[in-house]
């Protein structure tokens, strides 16, 4: 066998075979989800230290089942590479016997000549692993697995749904690292992005992602904290896309009130960032009297057109970021 393969054991016919998987240089190695076909990525001794019955889940769509079953492609083609070494010799084998005293004749002149060889068998090296590498290690805050992922993720390999918190501020990172990628594009390109209003867009796009960020933590949170949760949300619509809406739910399930958990200056910058993305969504960002009602300091008129920037969008992700460990940090008295 190459090197990289052996047989462990044979009973009768049945021959087991142990092919080793390399792991990259920080000593992980990939998996692939049999479902969405996405790759992730493993530490090499935690997965060792799992039971052999262990349950994967796909980091990405939340797909489980049998460890065996998310083998990479190219951990797939070595094992058969092996596997058809193996059985090459295993039918050398059977011709040899089969032609062991076998003597052809040429008697008749109607006989056919069968004439056998053996030869020896010399195996090539058994494909190398080569897939996408690591940009960060991450750990299950409840497990301690690492493991690497190349997307918005939402499941631990091992425990399954991430914590609300930990997909919360995932999904703020994306959003600040979405920033930061837009500002290192090359000048001329930034300034025909620019004029195109793609900025703009980019900007407006993160006001509407906060709210939806907090949002499904808000929901998260009080459905697995309040017992009656379905009972109180029912017929209040989207609820948790209204900051002061929000506050009250909570307090009315006997949990601290927002307001006062956030400091009361942020908390006023998240309701004017709260109602900017509502005039955005629902208004094409024209200001309209709902709007200054919530921003009454604000020096805008109705009809007026609101503009962003992305100085103000770092902020946004700041005071959201607070406002999340908030929500997530509510206990009942």
């Given at each position: 066998m190459a090197s990289g393969a052996e047989i462990v054991g044979r009973d009768s016919d049945s021959f087991e075979m142990k092919v080793s998987i390399p792991s990259d240089e920080d000593g992980f190695f990939g998996r692939q989800c049999p479902s969405c076909r996405q790759i992730f990525r493993i530490d090499g001794n935690d997965y060792d230290a799992l039971p052999d019955e262990v349950v994967l889940w796909c980091v990405y769509c939340g797909h489980?089942?049998?460890?065996s079953e998310f083998m990479t492609q190219q951990q797939l083609d070595r094992a058969l590479r092996a596997a058809g070494d193996l059985g090459v010799q295993l039918?050398?084998?059977?011709?040899?016997?089969a032609f062991s005293g076998f003597r052809s004749s040429r008697r008749s002149e109607f006989g056919i000549e069968i004439s056998?060889?053996?030869?020896p068998f010399y195996p090539e090296p058994l494909p190398g692993i080569d897939e996408e590498k690591l940009i960060r290690i991450r750990s299950c805050e409840r497990c301690s697995l690492r493991y690497a992922v190349f997307g918005e993720h939402r499941f631990c390999p091992v425990c399954g749904h991430l914590p609300a918190l930990v997909v919360a501020l995932d999904a703020l990172a994306a959003e600040t690292a979405r920033l930061d990628g837009v500002a290192q594009l090359p000048a001329q390109t930034a300034a025909m992005l620019r004029e195109q209003g793609v900025f703009t867009r980019l900007w407006v796009d993160t006001l509407k992602n906060l709210v939806g960020v907090v949002e499904a933590l808000g929901t998260a949170v009080f459905r697995d904290t309040v017992p009656d949760a379905d009972q109180r949300l029912r017929g209040k619509g989207n609820i948790f896309q209204r900051l002061d809406h929000t506050a009250d739910l909570f307090v009315d399930a006997g949990y601290p009130d927002l307001r006062t958990v956030v400091d009361p200056a942020r908390w006023q910058r998240l309701i004017e960032f709260w109602a900017a993305r509502h005039v955005f969504t629902h208004n094409d960002g024209l200001v309209d009297e709902k709007y200054l009602t919530k921003v009454p300091a604000s020096t805008m008129r109705i009809g007026q057109r609101l503009t962003t920037t992305e100085q103000l969008c770092r902020?946004?992700?700041?005071?959201?970021e607070v406002l999340c460990r908030a929500v997530a940090g509510l206990t009942a008295p």
């Open positions: 489980h089942d049998e460890h039918i050398g084998q059977a011709l040899d016997q056998y060889r053996t030869e902020q946004a992700i700041a005071d959201t």
